[in-house]
């Protein structure tokens, strides 16, 4: 019996569709089918039968599906173990990003993982932060990173601050006159430029407007920071832009940045606080206190 066969055979039975458990394996849906059809001839059982959704546990598949969970489990504990006692990480991490990478300073932290932890295997998955929280809080991630989010913090996860840092709110520079001066509803009323729903940015927004008792009204939705920063240059609307690319673009004469607006907010790591020891984990999280400065700070 092949492990991927029952990794496939988990994933699909938790996602319910070939698709989505195809992204998550970073496999082809026929790859994925051959996976499961494969399985089922070696158990001689049907696992999943189609419907109108994607693919549904039989009977026999939901019996056995938390055995292959186990067993899986089982495997990557006993990898582990032998790797502790080597004294090296072995296996393989889900990370959920957020943002750009060079944000999260990907490049120096994957370069110092590989250089390392040779054995450890990483697979990047992004994301908003709302969408890793709950990937990791179901163990369809092993790890990632978040920003601002209005998530009650629980015990279940396990944080580490890897910095602050703050949003301006900024409007196109031929604006100045309309914008200098005015109130929360004045700003509301303004052509927005929005991120999608959950991106932080969007919800950091979300959150400040509604302390204000106002609603911006968005008509532009746009998924990159760079993309927003060439709609407010242009004389499309308002909108949000991260500090050191707010303050360069005013510099420029690019936009104007709007007086009482900046927010800060905080970049974090997170995973599974039983997990939080585990080998591959415990590697990683020694590699970003030291990208990080040796400046990370573990968040109860």
């Known amino acids: 019996m092949e492990f991927h066969h029952l990794r496939t055979f988990v994933t699909v039975g938790r996602e319910g569709h070939l698709t989505r458990a195809a992204e998550q394996l970073c496999l082809s849906q026929p790859a994925v089918s051959a996976h499961i059809k494969a399985l089922e001839d070696e158990l001689g059982l049907a696992l999943f039968e189609r419907n109108a959704r994607g693919m549904a546990l039989t009977a026999a598949g ?34 959920g990003t957020v943002g750009d990478a060079e944000l999260l300073r990907l490049g120096p932290i994957l370069a110092k993982m590989a250089k390392r932890h040779p054995q450890v295997s990483i697979q990047l998955r992004g994301g908003y932060s709302a969408t890793v929280i709950d990937d990791v809080l179901n163990n369809r991630l092993d790890a990632g990173f978040t920003v601002f989010t209005d998530e009650p913090k629980s015990g279940a996860l396990a944080r580490i601050g890897l910095m602050t840092f703050a949003l301006h709110l900024a409007a196109p520079a031929a604006w100045r006159e309309q914008v200098e001066g005015a109130d929360w509803d004045t700003l509301a009323a303004l052509p927005w430029i929005g991120m999608p729903p959950l991106s932080f940015c969007a919800r950091l927004a979300e959150a400040v407007f509604h302390r204000q008792g106002s609603a911006p009204r968005s008509l532009i939705e746009a998924d990159r920071n760079a993309t927003v920063l060439s709609l407010i240059a242009a ?29 800060e907010t905080r970049l974090d790591f997170i995973c599974l606080t039983q997990r939080n020891e585990e080998p591959p984990l415990a590697a990683l999280r020694e590699v970003l206190r030291e990208v990080w400065d040796n400046c990370c700070e573990v968040i109860a």
């Open 62 to 95: 939901e019996r056995l599906l938390d055995y292959a969970d186990k067993v899986l489990a089982a495997r990557q504990y006993l990898l582990h173990e032998a790797g502790r006692l080597k004294g090296a990480a072995h296996g393989r991490l889900r990370l």
């Open 235 to 263: 004389g499309a609307g308002i909108g949000l832009l991260h500090e050191e690319q707010a303050l360069k673009a005013a510099q420029a004469g690019a936009v104007m940045l709007i007086p009482g607006f900046r927010e």
